[in-house]
């Protein structure tokens, strides 16, 4: 069992940064491929960015490359999601997630644990 706790949302204006973070629990988190996704409302949940369980393979959505950076710290047991140049439409509630094997998976179906989600504006 994981639980993943995911911090740092918040309002910020358009162009600016924020950094999320996910705590995990459990001693697994170095065999978990992690991920971000995001959901804006009325739309389906979609993915922003996923790496391995090394930290040295990412994925990124092609609207956030060159935006957003995401990493992972094993000893802590925590990943980040770093976005800069934020835009309005980045605004959504973002969650992580944790999924077994070795794929650096973009589609949520993959991933078995999530988080409860914290909640980024980006206002124009």
């Known amino acids: 069992q994981v639980q993943l706790v995911e911090s740092g949302g918040g309002l910020v204006q358009a162009g600016g940064s924020l950094r999320l973070s996910c705590a995990a629990s459990?001693?697994?988190?170095?065999?978990?491929?992690m991920g971000w996704f995001r959901q804006a409302p009325g739309k389906e949940r979609e993915v922003v960015a996923a790496i391995s369980r090394s930290g040295v393979s990412t994925n990124y959505a092609d609207s956030v490359k060159g935006r957003f950076t995401i990493s992972r710290d094993n000893a802590k047991n925590t990943v980040y999601l770093q976005m800069n140049s934020l835009k309005p439409e980045d605004t959504a509630v973002y969650y992580c997630?944790?999924?077994?094997?070795?794929?650096?998976?973009?589609?949520?179906?993959?991933?078995?644990?999530w988080g409860q989600g914290t909640q980024v504006t980006v206002s124009s």
């Open positions: 459990g001693r697994t988190f170095s065999s978990k491929v």
């Open positions: 997630a944790a999924a077994g094997g070795t794929v650096v998976a973009t589609n949520s179906g993959r991933y078995d644990y």
